[in-house]
Every structure is written in structure tokens, then in C-alpha cells.
């Protein structure tokens, strides 16, 4: 490319370099490159843009990988834990860490997310200092100010409202613990580089070499994303690290290159307990992931969809406004798109000029390289339900802020770095409040779906998903309104039909609730919410042989869904076959050990076996659960009485009766005439 050409380019002035210095000497510290202060505010201001966040509750994902995962219960059970998602054991292992030792107490959860979010961010500043050590940066005059700008990028990680995504939304720790592997990985290797570029400390630079080895491999498991770390090596070797006309260090890449074959074979040697789940199984967690059921994209569609959302995503980075929890993306229909043109030419133009401009500004070059390869795995090589969610942004943004600041520092050139300064300062100023003022949405997750209504009102999903919290808070006829929203919307759209018909049986449409069904399991067979939902109708039309047919399909389809479990308990219960029973309130039990109902259940299975002091049991591990669940206290009463506890089943019958339980008539004049009774 022509040289003057570029020189003469509006806006950017071509960098200077000077005299080569020797590569493994750090250049001169910026003002405040020195000493602790740096990290000390970068972590202060993490801190406090998320000090609103610790009471946030689990919502979405939660519900799956936390809340109700029955594989983190017991830290002591490595295997369960394996067994759940193996390609993102280490995850699942901090959050059965965060179990045992504050068990759903969500503050300490936050806390971990933060100070984690507060550790990617430090490990993106010093990565920015290495980065401007090394040989093709040194040159440059922009790494006589490497202390700045390694701070400014941290600033526009830490503070950037696009992260609250990931740091409120707890299952996606995630993401965070893989930009630590991530970024933790590249600072040991560009140091090791470093030191070995320079001849210096050998020893060291081997130890440090295997230490990042190490850590690519164990980050592996954190999430996929890791599977880009080696490539993006491959592409700092040449970017910064290798001697001009030379090519890069295969001795030290190519064993980085291998580890990308971890996830692969993890994947296909093992199947996860997370992925035996149907797509309608993982669509219950977030209330029908896949919205888009009724378009039934192709993948080119999808392909041709995540040019148009990377575009998106640089304009939210950007201009982070009217951030949304639930895009619901449209998919592409066809090429003649207009928009979909614009997104090409623009992905294209960046995409060129960062090839071009690759030996000038190495920073801008490889921040853009960066975003599209660490977005690859997620926006083009698996196609997913969710077309955008801003949580994807998370590792992309770890060196585009790097980018972003150098980019701006060329701009306004040495002589106004003044200028520079204080615009990096006024936008991290401006993020901060942003995504502080963000944070509040993720006060509860009936905020965060009226966020999402107000600005996707045609979002189906969000309405049915708006429509259960109101249910669960006893407005149902709010519920019925949003459930019929959804409908309207996407009148195939099977957990909004799930959800209207259960709540149309409650009401006593019954003729009205089957219609829903069966609509919902003529759109996904597979639809195991709505099968568990019919068993839960015939149970109470007195129909069990029904009932257990549709919650063996269930059943088969989720074979770990706790609710089915127990109500083909209680159907079998019903006709008698009490072994099979409490076989299955074991099942229900033992993948939710917080299921109250599960454990009245098994208490009224074994109290018509005649094993009282164990249906006790039951009753007291229920009422631990929900100290005011007025069944269990009538049932303990009734088993009381046939072990002959008056005086306790009296109390208990009192306990039920002040929390409006039903208690048999009958049995309160059985006990009027118990020993012990008053005259």
C-alpha cells in the first residue's frame, strides 16, 4: 500500500517510530503506569458501578445451571459436576463452590461475579502494558504513553454498560471466567515471549511458557469461546512479536494450536446431562428460547443474520443505547435485504482496513481481528437460538478497548493529549452512569421484561415470560392478558400456548386449556412442559393411567425435570402402586433437594404404608423448606395421630387452620376424642 497515500489520510497521523531498544526492557512508565494506583481505581470504580447489583435476583439460565442443578448440590460429587456440562466443568465448579458455602443466598454470588469482572479488567490493563513492550509497539510513539492508554482500556472494560450483561446475570460467569483464562493466558505467553526475545531469565521464560500452556488447557473448560485463544496467538505472534521478515514462532504456537482439539473431544466423547435436554426443555428456562420457531431459519439465514448483528454490536459498543435483554432479532428472508447489504459493506470495510492498516496501527488492526474471531464461535460456527445477546460482547470487548482507546489516541495526536485524556475520562464517566443506571433494570425480572416489552413490543417470548411473574404474584388476569399478547403474536409459539393453557385449566376451562396443548404439541412434539401439564389434568380428573402416559413422555424427553417426577408420583400414588411412588419422589428429591412439595408427597406416599415416623420425616424436611406450607403441618398432624402424638398432631392441626389449610372435618372429630384431649 502506498505510504504517502496514507500519510495524507484526514483525521490520522502516521505513527513515529524510533531506535529499536531491546525488547525485554519495559518502556519508561506513564504517569500513571506506576506503582498500585492504576489497578486501585480501576477496581474502585468496577466496585462501585456495581455496588446496586447484589440483590439482583437469579433469573433466567439461573433457574438451569444454578437454582435448580442438582449436579452442584454436593461439591464433594466431582462426577455429577463432570457430568453436567464437561466442556465447562470449572465453571460449574465455582458455582457449586458459591452453593456449598452460601447455598442460594444470591449476594455472595454477585460478589464473585464482580470481583471476577474486577480481575478480567486487570488482566486486560496489564495485557495492554505487555502488548506496548513488545517489538513491533516499542517503536511507536504511542508506547511512550503505555501507562495511559493501558488505563484508559481498562476503564472502557470496566466501566462499559454492555458488560452489565454478563456481571448481573450470574450463570454467565461464564464468559467472565473465560476472559480471565483468556487473558490471564496471554500475559504469561507474551511475557514468556518477552523474556525469550530479549535472552533474558531463560529459566523463567520456559516456566512461564508451560504456566500459560497450562492454563489454555484448563480454561478450555470454562466455556467454548476458549477454543478461539490459540488462534488469536497465532495472530499476536504476528502482529507484535515476530522480527520483521521473520515468520512467527511455531515452537511456541503449534502446542498452543493443539489445545484448541480439548473442546471438540470433550464434546464428543461425552454427553452432557445439559444437553440431553430437548430444545423445548432448554426454551422452559428462558421461557421459549427458541422464538423463532414459527421462521424456521436455515443456516444460511442465520449466517447471513450474524453479519447484520455484528454490525449491531459495533454500533452498541459505540453508542450503548436502548440495551435490551431479549432482541429478538429478526432472521434474514433474503439477500435483497437492504440492511443486510449495509452490514456486509460495513463488516467488509472494517475488516479490510484492519489488513491494511495492520503494520501502522497494530493496536486498531488487531482490537478489530480480535472482536470478529472471539465472536466466530457464537455468531457463525454454532448457529443459536438467540440471534444477539450482549453477554457474547464480553471477551470481544476485552482487546477492543484496548482499540478503541489507541484508535482515539491517533486521532487526536501526541500535541492534544490532553484532549485525549479528558475525552477517555468524560466517555468512561459517561459509561459508568450508564451502567449503573443499566444495573437497576436487573432488579427483578418482572423489571427486566417491562424493559423488554417496552422497547421489543413485539416480542412473544417477553410476553409470556412477563405473563408467569404475574401469575406466580396471583394477577391472572394481567397473566391472561400478556399470554393472549403472546399468542397473537406468534399464535404457534408453544410455551405461550403451554403457559395459557395451564392457567385456562386453573380458571376451569378445561375444553380451553386441551385446545392449547394441543396446539403447543402439534408445533414441538417434544414439548415436555405441556405432556407434564396434561398428566397434572388427568390426575385431577380422577384419570391416572392417562396421566402417567403423558408423564412418561416427559419424562423421556427431560429426564430431569423434578415436577415430572413428582406428579407421576402422585399418579401412582393414586392407583395404589405406592413402591413405584416413592420411587419416583426419590427421583424428584434427589434432582431438587428444595422441593417441599416432593417431600409432602413421599410423606403421604409412605403414611398410607404405614411407615409414620418416616412420612414424619418427610413432613419436617417440607416444612424446613416452607415453614408456612399449611399441607404438610395437616399431613404431620394425621401422622402423628396414628403414632399416637395427640398433643403434637393438635398443634399442628392448629398451625394448619391459622394458615387457611383444609383439614378434614372428620379428622378433627377423631382427635376431639384423642387421650390428652380438653373437656
Not at 531463560?202 to 516456566?207: E, K, M, R, T, V
Request: net charge positive.
Amino acid at each position: 500500500m502506498g505510504s504517502k497515500k496514507f500519510r495524507n489520510r484526514p483525521g490520522i497521523a502516521a505513527p513515529k517510530r524510533e531506535a529499536p531498544v531491546s525488547a525485554a526492557t519495559e518502556p519508561p512508565p506513564g504517569p500513571v503506569r506506576a506503582g498500585f494506583l492504576p489497578a486501585a481505581i480501576l477496581c474502585l470504580l468496577g466496585a462501585l458501578i456495581y455496588s446496586n447489583t447484589l440483590h439482583n435476583p437469579f433469573c433466567f439460565d439461573d433457574k438451569m445451571w444454578i437454582t435448580g442443578n442438582f449436579a452442584i448440590k454436593n461439591i464433594s460429587d466431582l462426577s455429577a459436576i463432570w457430568n453436567f456440562y464437561p466442556a465447562r466443568f470449572l465453571t460449574d465448579l465455582s458455582f457449586a463452590v458459591s452453593y456449598h458455602f452460601s447455598r442460594l443466598d444470591v449476594v455472595p454470588y454477585h460478589v464473585t461475579n464482580i470481583t471476577m469482572h474486577l480481575a478480567a479488567t486487570l488482566l486486560v490493563w496489564r495485557l495492554t502494558l505487555l502488548t506496548m513492550a513488545t517489538p513491533a509497539m516499542r517503536a511507536d510513539r504511542i508506547a511512550r504513553r503505555a501507562g495511559w492508554i493501558a488505563f484508559m482500556a481498562g476503564l472502557v472494560f470496566v466501566a462499559h454498560p454492555i458488560q452489565t450483561q454478563a456481571v448481573n446475570y450470574i450463570t454467565q460467569r461464564t464468559v467472565i471466567m473465560a476472559v480471565i483464562f483468556y487473558t490471564g493466558t496471554l500475559c504469561l505467553y507474551v511475557k514468556s515471549r518477552l523474556l525469550a526475545i530479549g535472552n533474558e531469565r531463560p529459566a523463567a521464560s520456559a516456566a512461564l511458557y508451560v504456566l500459560s500452556l497450562t492454563t489454555a488447557v484448563i480454561g478450555m473448560f470454562t466455556k467454548e469461546i476458549m477454543i478461539t485463544l490459540p488462534v488469536m496467538i497465532l495472530v499476536y505472534e504476528y502482529a507484535f512479536l515476530r522480527a520483521p521478515g521473520r515468520n512467527v514462532s511455531w515452537k511456541h504456537v503449534i502446542p498452543m494450536l493443539l489445545t484448541m482439539a480439548i473442546i471438540p473431544l470433550v464434546m464428543i466423547s461425552s454427553r452432557p446431562v445439559e444437553m440431553s435436554l430437548s430444545p423445548a426443555a432448554w426454551g422452559t428456562v428462558f421461557q421459549g428460547r427458541e422464538y423463532w420457531r414459527e421462521i424456521k431459519p436455515t443456516r444460511i439465514s442465520s449466517l447471513l443474520t450474524q453479519v447484520k448483528v455484528m454490525a449491531a454490536y459495533i454500533r452498541l459498543i459505540l453508542v450503548p443505547v436502548n440495551q435490551n435483554i431479549d432482541y429478538a432479532y429478526p432472521f434474514v428472508k433474503t439477500f435483497s435485504d437492504p440492511s443486510l447489504l449495509a452490514s456486509i459493506l460495513f463488516v467488509g470495510a472494517a475488516l479490510y482496513s484492519a489488513l491494511r492498516w495492520f503494520a501502522r496501527y497494530p493496536l486498531t488492526a488487531f482490537g478489530v481481528l480480535w472482536f470478529f474471531i472471539t465472536l466466530l464461535p457464537e455468531s457463525a460456527v454454532i448457529t443459536l437460538g438467540d440471534p444477539m445477546l450482549e453477554h457474547r460482547l464480553y471477551l470481544p470487548m476485552a482487546f477492543f478497548s484496548v482499540s478503541l482507546a489507541a484508535t482515539l489516541y491517533y486521532l487526536v495526536k501526541d500535541g492534544r493529549f490532553r484532549a485525549f485524556v479528558a475525552l477517555m475520562l468524560a466517555a468512561a464517566a459517561c459509561y459508568s452512569v450508564m451502567s449503573y443506571k443499566r444495573n437497576d433494570v436487573w432488579r427483578s425480572e418482572l423489571s427486566i421484561w417491562n424493559d423488554v416489552i417496552r422497547k421489543s413490543p413485539m416480542n412473544a417470548r417477553a410476553y409470556n415470560n412477563r405473563g408467569h411473574l404475574y401469575e406466580d404474584m396471583g394477577e391472572t388476569e394481567m397473566a391472561l392478558a400478556d399470554y393472549n399478547a403472546a399468542v397473537s403474536l406468534a399464535p404457534k409459539y408453544p410455551p405461550a400456548r403451554g403457559s395459557r393453557g395451564t392457567l385456562l385449566y386453573k380458571r376451569g376451562d378445561v375444553d380451553g386449556a386441551l385446545a392449547d396443548y394441543d396446539v403447543a404439541l402439534k408445533a414441538d412434539s417434544n414439548d415436555y412442559l405441556t405432556y407434564c401439564n396434561l398428566g397434572a389434568i388427568y390426575i385431577q380428573k380422577g384419570e391416572p393411567d392417562a396421566a402417567i402416559g403423558n408423564l412418561d413422555k416427559s419424562i423421556a424427553i427431560n429426564p430431569h425435570y423434578d415436577k415430572a417426577f413428582n406428579n407421576r408420583g402422585v399418579a401412582y400414588m393414586d392407583k395404589g402402586e405406592l413402591g413405584k411412588a416413592i420411587a419416583d419422589f426419590d427421583k424428584a428429591i434427589w434432582l431438587n433437594g428444595d422441593y417441599p412439595e416432593a417431600f409432602d408427597n413421599r410423606g403421604m406416599a409412605r403414611l398410607k404404608g404405614g411407615e409414620f415416623a418416616a412420612a414424619i420425616a418427610d413432613f419436617d424436611a417440607a416444612l424446613r423448606i416452607e415453614p408456612e406450607f399449611g399441607r404438610a403441618y395437616v399431613n404431620r398432624a394425621i401422622a402423628r395421630y396414628n403414632k399416637g402424638e395427640y398433643e403434637k398432631s393438635r398443634k399442628d392441626v392448629l398451625r394448619a387452620q391459622g394458615l387457611g389449610a383444609y383439614v378434614p372435618p372428620d379428622f378433627i372429630e377423631r382427635l376431639k376424642y384423642a387421650p390428652g384431649a380438653g373437656g
